[in-house]
T-cell receptor
Framework: GAVVSQHPSRVICKSGTSVKIECRSLDFQATTMFWYRQFPKQSLMLMATSNEGSKATYEQGVEKDKFLINHASLTLSTLTVTSAHPEDSSFYIC?????????????FGPGTRLTVL | AQRVTQPEKLLSVFKGAPVELKCNYSYSGSPELFWYVQYSRQRLQLLLRHISRESIKGFTADLNKGETSFHLKKPFAQEEDSAMYYCALSLGGYQKVTFGTGTKLQVIP
């Protein structure tokens, strides 16, 4: 299957700083990528849909000014957590949608563990 | 809004025993249903989707529209099946996927 990478795999930062997480589709082009947040022992919560060349679509309750998403190319989407606080500590997972032969599938990245001190 | 319910957080079965992971959904239309699996220290990956009607690693799942269920089944559990399983729903047409809370399957040797 297709491969999606995330960088960094884990990051620790001080409260008030901003953190950027990259999501790349390595062997396919993805016009749509998704950003999820996963709390311990809980399900994936969709934060936003990232569309190449246009603004991201945020889910209800997700602050777009807090979680900045940029999808500048067909293989890269970035999530920037601005002015991070301890409550932003979580596991962030991206996925990229591949469409092939009229069939679509989401491929997931390995996730990024963010710890805000 | 659509919702996916997985009533069991943990399911423990003995090796060789049948497995059934329950999934119910709420949506009035015709959704697409999926099962995703996450093995220890690995990323989430698609296991199967209802439109494919296929068996993957011995697992099958049948969409029951009357009961709005999409239970995952396997006749004989294997130790390597131990993982976290997520049921998911999409409204189709390349729309977003909504995940259930997940069920941890533990196969006891």
């Amino acid at each position: 299957g297709a491969v999606v990478s995330q960088h960094p795999s884990r990051v620790i930062c001080k409260s008030g700083t901003s953190v950027k997480i990259e999501c790349r589709s390595l062997d396919f082009q993805a016009t749509t990528m998704f950003w999820y947040r996963q709390f311990p022992k809980q399900s994936l919560m969709l934060m936003a849909t990232s569309n190449e060349g246009s603004k991201a679509t945020y889910e209800q309750g997700v602050e777009k000014d807090k979680f900045l998403i940029n999808h500048a190319s067909l293989t890269l989407s970035t999530l920037t957590v601005t002015s991070a606080h301890p409550e932003d500590s979580s596991f962030y997972i991206c996925s990229a949608r591949e469409v092939r032969g009229g069939r679509e599938e989401q491929f997931f990245g390995p996730g990024t563990r963010l710890t805000v001190l | 809004a659509q919702r996916v319910t997985q009533p069991e957080k943990l399911l423990s079965v003995f090796k060789g025993a049948p497995v059934e992971l329950k999934c119910n959904y709420s949506y009035s239309g015709s959704p697409e249903l999926f099962w995703y699996v996450q093995y220890s220290r690995q990323r989430l990956q698609l296991l199967l989707r209802h439109i494919s009607r296929e068996s993957i690693k011995g697992f099958t799942a049948d969409l029951n529209k009357g009961e709005t269920s999409f239970h995952l089944k396997k006749p004989f559990a294997q130790e390597e099946d131990s993982a976290m399983y997520y049921c998911a729903l999409s409204l189709g047409g390349y729309q977003k996927v909504t995940f259930g809370t997940g069920t941890k399957l533990q196969v006891i040797p």
